[in-house]
């Protein structure tokens, strides 16, 4: 088992990429830290896993990402008890479709407090421990609109822009300290925030099917699949990978 005897502290595990991302760490036997905002979905996660055939057990402890006291709380408190070894800030939103002069401020302020903030949180809460350790990494969640401005898209795309970018930064300055810090960056995957984008448009079936034709694999992705990225990047296999954006997009980028 990969992570036999880790800790792993995932954001927004209540659901979708990042509840798949704590059960997958489980079954490589580590200890995960379940967070999310929504004191209902994260403690279904919890117990799921401990309830259920996994090597590794979990605990859950609300967290609001964009609450940095909270957040530098909820690690050290995690240090305190149970150590830390990584961190996956997954936690994230998306927004309406809308052009950048129609786009409310109220939202911009949302997204990117949720997508930005929330993951420069994240790393500043942990940073000090794992470097004072001089082991562990942290694993961010971008998105192609990582490396492709999106139409209608700005909000979202500026801010996944930013999370490579920091994590490029991250890497950088922490490698030196033994820390690692990489990106996943998913295409639409099958969970609730992506079948909010296809809710908004006009005629839903028709654009997830426009959609699936750009993918050389013909679907969307997995959280599942996703989850098994995270968790490569986490593990002693990816030990000479940092700065990295990983692209888990079923051929989208070769389009």
């Not at 008890?81 to 927004?95: K, P």
Request: aromatic share 8%; hydrophobic share 40%; charged share 25%.
């Amino acid at each position: 088992m990969r992570h036999e005897g880790r800790t792993v502290f995932v954001t927004g595990a209540g659901q979708g990429i990042g509840e798949s991302a704590a059960k997958r760490f489980a079954e490589e036997g580590a200890f995960v830290v379940v967070t999310d905002v929504n004191s209902e979905t994260g403690p279904g996660t919890v117990a799921d896993i401990n309830d259920g055939d996994y090597a590794g057990e979990a605990e859950f402890t609300e967290l609001d990402v964009t609450d940095s006291e909270a957040f530098h709380a909820a690690v050290d408190a995690t240090v305190e008890e149970y150590g830390l070894d990584t961190v996956v800030n997954n936690a994230g939103v998306g927004h309406p479709p809308a052009d950048i002069e129609d786009t409310d401020q109220s939202v911009f302020d949302f997204v990117f407090d949720v997508n930005v903030r929330g993951v420069w949180n994240g790393c500043h809460a942990a940073l000090p421990h794992l470097k004072e350790q001089g082991s562990g990494n942290i694993v961010n969640i971008g998105s192609l609109a990582s490396f492709y401005g999106l139409p209608k898209q700005g909000v979202y795309s500026l801010t996944k822009g930013a999370v490579m970018n920091f994590t490029r930064a991250v890497a950088a300055e922490a490698g030196r300290s033994g820390v690692r810090c990489n990106a996943v960056c998913p295409a639409f995957t099958d969970t609730e925030l992506g079948q909010q984008f296809f809710a908004s448009r006009e005629d839903p079936e028709k654009a997830r099917e426009i959609m699936l034709k750009r993918y050389p694999l013909g679907r969307l992705g997995k959280p599942e699949e996703i989850a098994d990225a995270i968790e490569f990047l986490a593990s002693d296999r990816a030990s000479y990978i940092t700065g990295e954006g990983l692209r888990v997009d079923g051929g989208f980028s070769t389009s």
